[in-house]
């Protein structure tokens, strides 16, 4: 896990690498380069993202190859335009988490506590659901052509009800 005085240390390497190979460069451009290999516009902006006790704060991420891991943080995350396909979460909180215009075909959530869930305008097609508690659950204005619970398609487990309505 990276930190702020880590992050310097490897400024300090830069510029001692660098002078080693008769390239002189200040302590500051060095912590500007380190900040953009992080992805980062500049070292302001990567000690702002670190927070105001950037001295022990730990730095969100680090990297092994193009693996990025996101180590224990309570920081807010927000996330734009940005391909997360194949990543994995695991033991992470995510309570209060807005997904807007998401794909997530091809998820799996396994052990996963989703009570409170609010789902609307979600495209569900060729899910599959096991081992699901859906008490209290409810579905309005669903498409249902195909969707099959325990085997029995359910627009016939609808018709069966609005039958026994009228009766």
Known sequence: MFRTHGIKNMAKALRQALKDRNIELSHSDCLELVAKEFGVKDWNALAAAIGQDAGEKPVLFSFVGDEITLHRTTQ??????????GSRFNDANLSGTWFNQINFSGAKFNDSNMTGWYVNDVNLSGSRFQNINLSG???????????????????????????????
């Open 76 to 85: 807010r995350l927000d996330v734009n335009d940005t391909d997360l396909s």
């Open 137 to 167: 659950v409810s579905f309005s204005n669903c498409r249902i052509p195909g969707a099959m619970l325990d085997g029995v398609p359910l627009e016939e487990i609808v018709e069966a009800y609005k039958k026994s309505q009228e009766a």
